[in-house]
Nanobody, 123 residues
Framework: VQLQASGGGWVQTGDSLRLSCAAS????????MGWFRQAPGKEREFVAS????????IYADSVKGRFTISRDNAKNTVYLQMNELKPEDTAVYYC?????????????????WGQGTLVTVSS
């Protein structure tokens, strides 16, 4: 599986962005998908995850109520809608896929990773 993340950019505090992650392969609809991020000098952290059907979703406390993860299995794409962005959201955002179809918060549970897309939020 190859994952291609896009949609990052430079925005101001309070703005919105939507990240997309396009996946290759016919098995996308069976994968659990996740978004992680890594800020400069920090470890990669969990952001959000969605199960294969979309029925199970998990968010990190830091983004709950501001970010929304969704997926379109017909388009082999998972999205991360980010609203009310803050400077502390600045990071490289990675999408990831796991063979187990459930939502999951730990990076070790994901087998496939995209290349990352940079989000910069200025104050």
């Amino acid at each position: 599986v190859q994952l291609q993340a896009s949609g990052g950019g430079w925005v101001q505090t309070g703005d919105s962005l939507r990240l997309s992650c396009a996946a290759s392969g016919r098995a996308f609809s069976s994968y659990g998908m996740g978004w992680f991020r890594q800020a400069p000098g920090k470890e990669r952290e969990f952001v959000a995850s969605i199960s294969w059907s979309g029925s199970s979703i998990i968010y990190a406390d830091s983004v709950k109520g501001r970010f929304t993860i969704s997926r379109d299995n017909a388009k082999n794409t998972v999205y991360l809608q980010m609203n009310e962005l803050k400077p502390e959201d600045t990071a490289v955002y990675y999408c990831a896929a796991r063979n187990n179809g459930g939502a999951y918060t730990y990076s070790s549970g994901y087998r496939y990773w995209g290349q990352g897309t940079l989000v910069t939020v200025s104050s």
